[in-house]
């Protein structure tokens, strides 16, 4: 797992064989403190699918968002998150640009 700062955003990337404590494989999460929000990019725990899922804490709070997605919205989630990395973190752009090679080719999930 690595992770860098944006302002209030911490933009963790993991390696795609990392479960949760639910058995779902994240991927990207990027965590915001104040008010605290998650969001969250992975791979579900069949391994069958693709998710994003929105938490926001606060005035929302417990407001819990988990949706299947299909690979061009994963992929894209994956791209941006390159470029951000890109600008504040060049060192994890290859983790980014891994993952999404892996989707490209059929390896994940």
């Known amino acids: 797992m690595e992770y860098f700062w944006i302002g209030g955003w911490q933009h963790i990337i993991f390696g795609e064989l990392t479960p949760d404590s639910e058995g779902n494989r994240p991927i990207i999460r990027q965590l ?12 579900t ?14 005035i929302g709070a417990g407001e819990k ?4 997605i299909d690979v061009s919205e994963f992929s894209a989630a994956l791209d941006r998150e390159a470029a951000i990395c ?4 060049p060192h994890l ?3 980014s640009l891994d993952i ?10």
């Open 32 to 43: 915001c403190f104040g008010p605290l929000e998650t969001r969250e990019y992975g791979i």
């Open 45 to 58: 725990a069949e391994n069958a699918f693709y998710y994003k899922e929105h938490i926001i804490e606060g």
């Open 65 to 68: 968002i988990f949706e299947i």
């Open 86 to 89: 890109q600008k504040y973190a």
């Open 93 to 95: 752009v290859k983790y």
């Open 100 to 109: 999404r090679e892996k989707v490209r080719k059929g390896e994940l999930p």
